[in-house]
């Protein structure tokens, strides 16, 4: 596997470190580790949903936390199932039981805005929702900062004068 040294970006992107970061983090190699299976989905312009399959978790064992823009899912069992079946004989155990941490890269503006377990399919939803400062708007010609229409014509006070 081939590394790259993002070092020097540091340097080039003012103010844009976070990217630098990313960028990075994307790169670095995760181990293998494909536990739990997940989807990402893109349910229309400004909406998104995570489904990880966690068969034999309770909603006790699983905790969903932000913090700045990761998003992270832990499991953790508190009672494995073998505990609570003294009478049952496996032949085989395909069913995961062990402990993860999955953790997500957000953009900007995306916030979590529910999770939901059900048949075994966490399902967290999120939303973009980025401040009005940020959305595109139109800019009229000939238009000013103060709202006036700029005009070719002197005003009345420079008349005046």
Known sequence: MRTYDF????????G???????????????GGNA???????????????IEL????????ELEIET???TLSVTGR????QADNDDDVTYLHRGIAERGFERRFQLADHVMVT???LKNGLLVISLKRELPEALKPRKIAIGSRPDGKLI????????KAA
């Open 7 to 14: 070092s020097p970006l540091y340097r080039s992107f003012v």
């Open 16 to 30: 844009l470190d976070r990217m630098a970061s990313l960028i990075d983090a994307a790169t670095q190699f995760d």
């Open 35 to 49: 536990y739990p299976p997940y989807n990402v989905a893109q349910t229309d312009e400004d909406n998104y949903r």
């Open 114 to 116: 529910g999770a939901d």
């Open 151 to 158: 005009s070719g014509k002197p005003s009345r006070k420079a």
């Open 67 to 69: 913090h700045e823009n």
């Open 77 to 80: 069992k508190t009672r494995p």
């Open 53 to 60: 399959a966690v068969a034999g978790f309770a909603d006790d």
